[in-house]
């Protein structure tokens, strides 16, 4: 059974005037589209990888045979960090969508991090230093919070942790309308993080 590339939870333009329409098309329907026929092409001679959750091929690297585990790795991780970050964001102004986080993961940001302005300027700071293309993630571990960043597609879920909210800092996320300017892109985001979503998230890396 083939990878497929999963629509946008929204339209194209919701995420404005913080993350233009062009950018929402060509990341979703260029880039996005790119990982997942990558993908198939990959496992095309591996039925039993084909047949597994994207996330599964992700977490167990070794088992993949290795004349398909690099463009697992850059494939398989460009679609799952993809189709979990679509959720991870909504339109500014809907319930749940920007301003301070609420819930579970607003009281755990405040035991970790002193508040969400702490939390936002470290996480900024990390994901703006990541070297060239890659993400910067919030995950759980150990009973606490830990912003870490990965390059290119790689994701913590190879590392065994559950990734809870994160950002893309490839170019291609953010360059039609900031240009060379990643912090103002870093800024602009939390405008359109969904809360909702990262609260579902936080309760599964959790258990």
Sequence with gaps: ???????????????????????????????????????????????E???????????????VP?????AVRNSGGGHANHAGFWKLMGPAGTAGVG?????????????????????????NEATAKQFGAGWGWLVYEKGKLKIVTTSNQESPISQGLYPILYNDVWEHAYYLKYQNRRADYLAAWWNVVNWAEVNRRFAIAKK
Aim: charged share 25%.
């Design 66 to 70: 290795e004349a398909a585990r690099t």
């Design 99 to 123: 301003g301070n986080p609420t819930g579970e993961i607003a009281k755990q940001i405040a035991a970790d991090f002193g508040d969400f302005e702490a939390f936002k300027k470290a996480f």
């Design 49 to 63: 990888l084909a047949a597994k959750p994207v996330e599964d091929l992700i977490r167990d690297l070794a088992s």
């Design 1 to 47: 059974m083939a990878y497929e590339l999963p629509p946008l939870p929204y339209e194209y333009n919701a995420l404005e005037p913080f993350i233009d329409a062009e950018t929402m098309h060509l990341h979703h329907d260029k880039h996005h589209q790119t990982y997942v026929s990558n993908l198939n092409a990959a496992v095309a001679n591996y039925p």
